[in-house]
């Protein structure tokens, strides 16, 4: 036998082993409590060292108990607690309304014991739920219900596609009643292993299956109408932006697709290009960034679904601390994919003063007899140059421009919220988000903020009420923010805005001496306002979830909170990543030094003026006018004292 024939069949029989040892482990032949490792969504491999089992951690959060490994290798983030208790809350009114249509109550724990049947029906289909005059029942007959943890024969059937520890899952069926099925699913064998340990510590078998698989194929093979799920939840570490075409096409007629994004420097328009190569849209840096990010995902997973004649309708958009979530329904229809192009729209946006304006990219209008006509639509709605400061516009998007809540919903669950606050450890700010959610103006996309209106006059900044006050006493409607604390969401023009501003700089005066010709507030307060601000205090300028004091911004739940670090297999550089996370906290704020110890080490750099012969200060330059000493040519890491020279007078 040659050589290559020889080293040919040890690769062939090297791979047949290898596939036998992986069908074993699939058939479920380890037992035991697994000490899992690497638990990254979408890798691992088993032939990693594992650390002793003595380095467990159990975690109890809502209904579950989560046993993981105290090392770096479980992504677990107990910041993310509030994302885990809002879908367990939005997924029950979800079972409410599906379940409802098909006569089936569901009984929530904690709930008062009322026949709360939800239906979500059109007209012509009432007659098929409601019981029939003529209907002999039989006498101790019951309505269905559905509790929780049981499992529902006409339930939910829910996809976790990357569950990790398997939490996500785990809460689901020991929280929401109505589930027929609860898919775990995740890339990592060691991940599997950990999920079949928590799923029998949690005793939830008969509801929670876990799975080993890519979760694209995963939901690529559940295309078919009776195969799809009626819940999908993604929550990678990242982008979710290669799960989002499969999501669409796996997910059934009127299901919930749930999905997290935790990249938000791209969405926030740090990396624009990065964004439009996951999203297919422009982000713009902007005070409205964080609502920004939630209509470019909305508008994303729009895009994928019109590739199938299936679109999306938001129930819920949330921004929260440093991720996204957004819960849509998905439906199928050419009429209304067709009209998908009307719902998107660019944003121009002033480089100077932040004034943005909206171009839809569709227009939908109607002809004679009825019939509906999509055309494109005409612009562009600005000038080359901003006309309030001159300066020229950014094109961003295309972003979803309708409205990004269902306000029904969101009643719904903030009602079902408030009447079981014990149900959740973090039901105080969901009742808070969910109030302010409630308030905003659905029609009006984006938002200015209080900062960013004085700040580019140069002016004082005048307070919530009376901004609120002075655009309701014009006639205009304004609300809050649930994304940002100073938002002031308008349907004013820029041109009423910037004349309100211009009315509280004439109480505020300004120096314009100070101010270039070529600034936006020279250019702004230039002009004399057409329009009278009253900045008189109205009741109704401070809305109702502000007068009860809910808690509708986060305060920060730990130190050092944030986006953890990638898990890695056998927990390796944990302790590392923590230390630089540590480090990084503030590195941009100069810490205090003593006024002594920052003269004698300014006197350490020479003065580049001195040289150059322009110093006129002598001695009192805070720079040496001698030779340069050998700690300072010989410290590079002192190049950014250096470039302040050229700053100094002397």
Known sequence: MSLGRAVLWLNLTLRSARRISRAQFMEGQPQGLPNPGAMENGGGSRGEERPPAAQETIVTEGAAKIVFPSANEVFYNPVQEFNRDLTCAVITEFARIQLGAKGIQIKVPGEEDIQKVVVDLSEQEKDKVEPKEDENLVPGDKPRTAAVGEICEEGLRVLEGLAASGLRSIRFAREVPGLQSVIANDASARAVDLMRCNVKLNDVAHLVQPSQADARMLMYQHQKVSERFDVIDLDPYGSPAPFLDAAVQAVSEGGLLCVTCTD????????????????????????????????????????????????????????????????????????????????????????????????????????????????????????????????????????????????????????????????????????????????????????YTLDQLSSTIHCNTPSLLQL????????????????????????????????????????????????????????????????????????????????????????????????????????????????????????????????????????????????????????????SHGQPTPEASATPADSAETSDQSSCVG
């Not at 840096?285 to 729009?302: G, P, T």
């Not at 209008?365 to 509906?372: E, K």
């Not at 349907?491 to 100070?514: T, Y």
């Not at 540590?582 to 580049?608: G, S, V």
Request: charged letters at 25%; hydrophobic letters at 35%.
């Open 264 to 447: 938000m420097a791209v969405l926030g328009g740090n990396s624009g290009e990065t964004c439009y190569s996951k999203y297919g849209s422009m982000a713009l840096k902007s005070r409205a960034c964080h609502e920004m990010a939630l209509r470019i995902v909305l508008h994303s997973l729009d895009l994928h679904a019109n590739c199938y004649q299936r679109f999306v309708v938001p129930l819920l958009s949330i921004s929260a601390d440093f991720y996204v979530r957004v819960f849509v329904r998905v439906f199928t229809g050419q009429a209304h994919v067709k009209a998908s192009a009307s719902k998107q729209a660019l944003v121009f946006q002033c480089v100077g003063c932040g004034a943005f304006h909206l171009q839809r990219l569709g227009k939908v209008a109607t002809a004679s007899g009825g019939r509906v006509k999509f055309s494109a639509a005409c612009g562009p709605p600005v000038a080359p140059e901003c006309e309030h400061c001159g300066q020229r516009h950014q094109l961003g998007g295309p972003i979803w421009a309708e409205p990004i809540h269902d306000l029904d919903f969101v009643g719904r669950v903030l009602e079902a919220v408030s009447a079981n606050p014990c149900r959740f450890h973090t039901s105080e700010r969901i009742q808070g988000v969910l109030s302010v959610v409630t308030e905003e103006l659905p029609d009006v996309p984006l938002y």
């Open 468 to 623: 609120r006050s002075a655009l309701l006493h014009a006639g205009f409607r304004v609300s809050l923010s649930h994304a940002c604390r100073n938002a002031v969401k308008t349907d004013a023009p820029a041109e009423a805005l910037w004349d309100i501003m211009r009315c509280w700089e004439k109480e505020c005066p300004v120096k314009r001496e100070r101010l270039s010709e070529t600034s936006p507030a020279f250019r702004i307060l230039g002009a004399e306002p057409r329009l009278q601000a009253n900045f008189t205090i109205r009741e109704d300028a401070n809305p109702s979830s502000r007068q009860r004091g809910l808690k509708r911004f986060q305060v920060n739940p730990e130190a050092n909170w944030g986006p953890r670090p990638r898990a890695r297999p056998g927990g390796k550089n944990a302790g590392k990543a923590e230390e630089r996370r540590r480090l990084r906290q503030n590195k941009r704020k100069e810490l205090a030094e003593d006024p002594a110890r920052q003269a004698a080490r300014l006197k350490m750099f020479p003065c580049k003026r001195f040289k150059e012969g322009t110093c006129d200060r002598g001695d009192q330059c805070c720079y």
